[in-house]
Nanobody
Framework: QVQLVESGGGLVQPGGSLRLSCVAS????????MRWYRQAPGKLRGLVAA???????NYTDSVKGRFTISRDNAKNTVYLQMNSLKPEDTAVYYC??????????????WGQGTQVTVSS
């Protein structure tokens, strides 16, 4: 089976930085789009950033200029570099990816989430 595992969350002061990683493992044939979502308490889960297999990127407006999404296709990994963090960035961050497995089945997968807390 396929799974996504995130890491890199934690507590950081306003203005600080964190780098999230998400590794896909299992019977993977190919990975299409990879995305980061976040969900703050009492709010809906929303898209933060997305990157296609060809490197096309888009961001939600609130993180433009502060966050950078990237991927290493050889390592089946997507990253989210988060700079100039603000308290409103506090949320659980989830990795999501469209993966075709070795049986040629294509579906979306979610990681378990990693907590990011921005507070002084």
């Amino acid at each position: 089976q396929v799974q996504l595992v995130e890491s890199g969350g934690g507590l950081v002061q306003p203005g600080g930085s964190l780098r999230l990683s998400c590794v896909a493992s299992g019977s993977i044939f190919s990975i299409n789009d990879m995305r980061w979502y976040r969900q703050a308490p009492g709010k809906l889960r929303g898209l933060v950033a997305a990157i296609t297999s060809g490197g096309g990127i888009n961001y939600t407006d609130s993180v433009k200029g502060r966050f950078t999404i990237s991927r290493d296709n050889a390592k089946n990994t997507v990253y989210l570099q988060m700079n100039s963090l603000k308290p409103e960035d506090t949320a659980v961050y989830y990795c999501n990816a469209d993966i075709r497995d070795s049986s040629w089945s294509l579906r979306g997968y979610w990681g378990q989430g990693t907590q990011v807390t921005v507070s002084s």
